[in-house]
Nanobody, 127 residues
């Protein structure tokens, strides 16, 4: 079956960096667009970033403001999210998701766009 396993979360001081990874199995990774979402306590899951099939297009939430970078390595069936300039508002569980689409214009900003989800990795930023 399809599995998405996130890793790389942890506790970091404000201004610090983390690199999240999401390893996929059970699917043809190259046929999927990938996304990252996050959910803070008491809040709804929100879009962070998405990358299309073959990485042609990338989309970011406005709050990212150039601090985060999404990338993918199809040879490793892995999508990454580099987090820089972290602040306390970035504290959340970060989830990766996979969307079965070969559309290069995929935006992936909506939870319903995705077919599969990982279990999440906790990111905690101390101020």
């Amino acid at each position: 079956q399809v599995q998405l396993v996130e890793s790389g979360g942890g506790l970091v001081q404000a201004g610090g960096s983390l690199r999240l990874s999401c390893a996929a199995s059970g699917l043809i990774f190259g046929n999927y667009a990938m996304g990252w979402f996050r959910q803070a306590p008491g809040k709804e899951r929100e879009f962070v970033a998405a990358i299309s099939w073959r990485g042609v297009m990338k989309n970011y939430a406005d709050f990212v403001k150039g601090r985060f970078t999404i990338s993918r390595d199809d040879a490793k069936n892995t999508v990454y999210l580099q987090l820089n300039g972290l602040n306390s508002e970035d504290t959340a569980i970060y989830y990766c998701a996979a969307a079965r689409t070969l559309t290069s214009s995929f935006t992936g900003r909506v939870v319903g766009d995705y077919n599969y989800w990982g279990q999440g990795t906790q990111v905690t930023v101390s101020s």
